[in-house]
């Protein structure tokens, strides 16, 4: 699956953002997604993540109670809505579909990235 993160931009700190990320392919609706984000200097880390069905979700501790996650399988999109942004938000998010395996409670429901990265889009917050 071809993946493209859109809606980034430079926004001041309490401003709201909502991040598209666009997929090519019939099979988007049976992956679980999630979105990452990557500082500079700093590993990627997952944001959040949604299972197929859009049933479950999952957040870091970081963004839990500020951003959603969502998807509209019938557009191959998945969505996050970032509310109350935070100097500390700043990075570049990618999307990423997931492939469940064993491991920790997150990996085994939701799965860990495959595939390409694709784009991601800049997310600048000021102070």
């Known amino acids: 699956v071809q993946l493209q993160a859109s809606g980034g931009g430079l926004v001041q700190a309490g401003d709201s953002l909502r991040l598209s990320c666009a997929a090519s392919?019939?099979?988007?609706?049976?992956?679980?997604m999630g979105w990452f984000r990557q500082a500079p200097g700093k590993e990627r880390e997952l944001v959040a993540a949604?299972?197929?069905?859009?049933?479950?979700?999952y957040y870091a501790d970081s963004v839990k109670g500020r951003f959603t996650i969502s998807r509209d399988n019938a557009k191959s999109t998945v969505y996050l809505q970032m509310n109350s942004l935070k100097p500390e938000d700043t990075a570049v998010y990618y999307c990423?579909?997931?492939?469940?395996?064993?491991?920790?409670?997150?990996?085994?429901?939701?799965?860990?990235?495959?595939?390409?990265w694709g784009q991601g889009t800049q997310v600048t917050v000021s102070s």
């Open positions: 392919g019939r099979t988007f609706s049976t992956y679980n």
């Open positions: 990423s579909a997931l492939r469940p395996g064993p491991g920790s409670y997150v990996t085994t429901k939701y799965g860990t990235p495959f595939g390409s």
């Open positions: 949604i299972r197929w069905s859009g049933d479950s979700t």
